[in-house]
């Protein structure tokens, strides 16, 4: 069965390799979609993101609605236009900034009131305009606004919040039914219900009776035990539906992106590649490797010999650790090239591995020469 | 008359294109050397710098001494391996760093004592050993240690500085041809006087005098006036030998470039392309624009039209303003990879122009662009 946006290519277990149709081209899944919250995947030239074969990157609602703001990113003729980016873009809706860099927020039915973190100004959102923004933004995947709970929170608080979530779905997609937007322009819906069980239940059914091009996972990844995360995961992957796909939000590691991908999950994000690599941690086939480590001084390999990236075809990690050291931008810059290619040739590993049924081997393979240095 | 590390291939007035041939490839002059002090250009990828047609870069005694120290790079197999980089190398004695960075230094007839700014430790540069580290670093122009005074200083002072700076040359190449170092291995020696005419006759006569593979120009662009400057170029400039490189250090701006070429410089080193270029401001033909000024917020035209770089071909100023004001790394990139480009393609002109017999024309049209928006 091919749905019109998704095609699920083939299973292996429960992990899954398919294809997301946008309107600004094709992107194989399992996926991992580099951030670049303000426009800009951060220290990263976007011809680099090409050649390490990123598909698709996030943006982020909240931020690019404040700075540059909707006036600019319209006369630009969209956000693809304003930063040259021409592969798909998913935004999302600034709900977890929202609640996460605002004290001042204030909830009620209609939306939320928050503060710029800029300049202090008010502003409001809800559904309706979140979705308006990203039309604006011309996104290739859409995402609703939520309300991204913190951990731990009381049953009941989160209970009332998957709710009040679960209205405001409603609410964007007559919003987004309205504006008749190009078919492959995604809205995707996103399931609240931090670590309960019932709750998570809750969110997915009726979530999915809703209808969305995709499901998000949201509210994972907030400070809860990894054990956890994965239980999680697997208590809503359950009620969702197989010829959708299915994005965890903000996750993760390589761990993460192994484990969750053999639950059945087909896209991800997280800032960590690039956020760890800026404070000297890099990814290697072997492990992590803190190039502000002593031992570090001295070697004259490079970061991972198995690595095609620039940063390990041309440099030693004395030299990185030497550039760490001394402050210098190419330290980061070199080190966020090699850590998002990291991750994107993993995930194209595992693509090849789901393809020829070998996903629980390339897993236990990968995760054993990875964990070995820890 | 063909010098064997350098020919002086026409001249056009008093503005010469020569060839400056060293250990690690020939560079053309006039030649503008990106600025890597801690064995890096701030911000840029050296496969960058060889596609915009850097052929030396700069890097620094003083504070690669320091950091990662010549341990390091000597088991890296000297500085070009450590940082991977394949073509010339000139190292800055250390002197001006020494004398601009140190409160606490103790000059004597022996040499200098210092502490470092890393962690307060006491070391001694003498003349010998700022060539014995130059010659672990691998330099392809190497430069003698020398007092750099500040603006404005005494008479009686600079000439006591400039004797002894005189004193410390000879001791320079005394070790120098004790090290028997690869014909193409270049030593340099530097003028001093501050701002007194007499003073900078002595030391080019002097200095002159002992004999080096090229000369260069210190102790400038240190707060006096451009006008001053100029003229001292211009009082230095004519008792030096007409078949060897001189080399004005710490300079300039565009103007500069085309006023000292004009008056017969070949070589120019400068941080300000790639540190203004991190404030954002960037250099343009039709002047300098900073990116941070309001009116570039929805100016959706490039840098400068009239370049090839990978900013001004893919960027709008709009994107770059948004960028700066939301301080992400990938502003500085672009807009440093963008005036490093400038300053090149500006000298590749300029010795296109000198080819042809044509340079004062092409200042005059430079300079009348370039001034236009000031």
Same mark, same amino acid.
């Given at each position: 069965m091919v749905i019109k946006h998704f095609? !699920? !290519?083939?299973?292996d277990g429960k992990s899954r390799l398919g294809i997301l149709h946008t309107s600004h081209g094709d992107i194989e899944t399992p996926c991992f979609m580099p951030v670049g /919250?303000?426009? /800009?995947?951060?220290?990263?030239f976007p011809s680099d993101l090409i050649k390490m074969g990123a598909k698709i990157i996030l943006a982020n609602t909240y931020h690019l609605y404040l700075r540059p703001g909707m006036d600019i990113i319209k006369q630009a003729g969209g956000l693809h236009k304003f930063i040259n980016w021409s592969l798909p873009i998913l935004t999302d809706s600034g709900g977890f900034q929202v609640f996460s860099m605002n004290d001042l927020r204030k909830i009620s039915e209609q939306g939320v009131e928050f503060r710029s973190h800029i300049d202090g100004s008010k502003h409001f959102f809800t559904p309706e305009k979140v979705i308006e923004i990203q039309d604006v933004l011309g996104s290739d995947v859409i995402m609703v606004l939520d309300e991204c709970v913190e951990y731990p929170v009381e049953h009941d608080y989160v209970k009332a919040s998957a709710e009040l979530t679960l209205r405001w779905a409603k609410r964007s997609k007559v919003k987004y039914n309205e504006l008749?937007?190009? *078919?492959?322009?995604l809205l995707f819906g996103i399931i609240q219900g931090s670590t309960y069980k019932d709750l998570r239940k809750f969110s997915a059914e009726s979530t999915v009776e809703i209808g969305f091009d995709g499901y998000a996972i949201g509210?994972? $990844?907030?400070?809860?035990p990894s054990e956890r995360m994965y239980e999680m995961v697997s208590e809503t992957e359950k009620?969702?539906?197989? +010829?959708k796909p299915r994005y965890l939000m903000g996750v993760g590691t390589p761990e993460d992106l192994l484990l969750c991908i053999e639950q059945g999950i087909d896209m991800f994000d997280c800032v960590l590649p690039t956020r760890n690599a800026r404070n000297g941690q890099a990814l290697t086939s072997a492990g992590k490797v803190n190039?502000? *480590?002593?031992? +570090?001084? *001295?070697?004259? $390999?490079? !970061?991972?010999?198995e690595c095609d990236c620039y940063t390990c075809k041309n440099f030693t990690k004395a030299y990185l650790s030497h550039l760490f050291r001394a402050e210098e931008f190419l330290g980061l810059q070199l080190n966020s090239l090699h850590n998002l290619n990291f991750m994107l040739k993993l995930t194209e590993t595992i693509r090849n591995s789901i393809s020829e049924g070998k996903f629980k081997e390339t897993k236990k393979e990968f995760l054993k020469k990875y964990q070995g240095l820890q």
């Open positions: 095609e !699920l !290519l083939k299973k /919250t303000q426009g /800009t995947v951060k220290a990263i008749n937007l190009n *078919n492959n322009r509210g994972l $990844s907030v400070g809860e009620f969702l539906p197989e +010829y190039l502000k *480590n002593a031992r +570090y001084k *001295n070697d004259f $390999s490079p !970061l991972d010999s």
